[in-house]
């Protein structure tokens, strides 16, 4: 019955921590929109660090269920929600790696496209998004996630210092190592991937 | 910075571009199992704070301490009532000489007169 205490319509563009409180008070609509709004980021993120789309979906599951069963007790003004479930995450891919390591087949990430032109226009960029995961999957593991955070998730070093439990200065010499890292890494395929230098 | 570094960063964020235009995606599927997810973690209804459990019999305690308190002050006034001697002078109800008798408490019965005779 308790699906049925839908109070009124949640605004879509409400902060997520007015979102997670409205859920708390029994509208579920609220905690479908914040679910469409993190999942996808937190998956892609999961992906990328785990390498592994079974574990991924693992991790972002047992993120959201968290967050739900502690929405009776968030307080507001305390914590962001984004940050908090990014926190979750990389707990728990940093749990999964240990136990998962060593492995190294790369994922097959798929792209989506609807004709053959999108095909051809999208192979060099798909092999681009390829070699990228397979070079990220070579770093050391908290380097591949503050590089992740930073540079595709395109959070800011003090937000990835909160998630990482890390001062700033560790954040910006894990992401310039792990930068240094994927340069040597890709610059040698660059030609093979259709890069110049020009 | 070299030409060189200029190139491999550019190169670097067209790989990091390609991995933003490329993310990996959930599955409707994965997404639709989210989403029962919270239907079965929703907050529960608070639960309402339950009544004390009452002893056993403690019905019956209730009415007897009541039926006893009332009864006991009715006949503390009924006492006062007939026999105010008692009450301005407890004395009387010490003095060894003194017997009080039910027919004292009971105006309309004289039994000490009757001895066994009917009243006219």
Same mark, same amino acid.
């Given at each position: ?31 479908? %929109? ?22 991924? *979906? ?6 959201? %269920? ?39 087949? %790369?994922?097959? =990430? ?5 004709? %053959? ?7 060099? *960029? ?25 540079? =595709? ?5 003090? *937000? ?39 | ?25 959930? #599955? ?27 002893? $056993? ?12 308190? #009332? ?48 009243? $006219?």
């Amino acid at each position: 019955m308790q699906n049925q205490r839908k109070t009124r319509a949640t605004p879509t563009e409400a902060p997520d921590e007015a979102l997670l409180v409205a859920f708390a008070n029994g509208d579920n609509e609220a905690a479908q %929109i914040l679910l469409h709004r993190l999942a996808p980021r937190l998956y892609a993120y999961a992906v990328r660090v785990l390498n592994d789309r079974a574990e991924a *979906e693992d991790v972002v599951q047992e993120t959201l %269920i968290r967050l739900w069963k502690i929405a009776p007790d968030w307080r507001q003004g305390e914590a962001r929600v984004f940050t908090w479930v990014y926190k979750v995450a990389a707990n728990l891919c940093t749990d999964r790696l240990r136990k998962m390591r060593p492995q190294v087949e %790369i994922g097959n =990430i798929a792209a989506p496209a609807d004709t %053959i032109a999108d095909v051809v226009a999208l192979l060099t *960029e798909t092999q681009r998004s390829k070699a990228l995961q397979s070079a990220l999957d070579s770093l050391p593991d908290r380097q591949r996630q503050a590089t992740v955070l930073r540079h =595709i998730d395109e959070l800011s070093n003090p *937000e990835i210092a909160a998630i990482m439990d890390l001062s700033v200065e560790a954040v910006e010499s894990l992401t310039a190592r792990g930068k240094r890292a994927l340069k040597t890494s890709l610059m040698g395929r660059k030609k093979e991937l259709g890069y110049t230098d020009d | 910075m070299t030409d060189r570094k200029k190139s491999d960063d550019r190169a670097l964020d067209q790989f990091f571009n390609a991995g933003k235009n490329h993310p990996p995606e959930p #599955s409707a599927a994965f997404l639709a199992r989210l989403s029962d997810d919270i239907s079965a973690n929703a907050p529960k209804e608070r639960k309402q704070t339950q009544p004390i459990q009452s002893e $056993p019999f403690g019905w019956f305690l209730r009415i007897f301490a009541t039926v006893s308190l #009332s009864g006991s002050a009715a006949l503390g006034v009924w006492i006062g009532f007939l026999s105010p001697d008692l009450l301005t002078d407890p004395t009387l109800l010490l003095a060894p000489d003194t017997t009080i008798a039910f027919a004292d408490f009971l105006p309309a019965a004289n039994l000490s007169d009757t001895d066994g005779v009917p009243l $006219p």
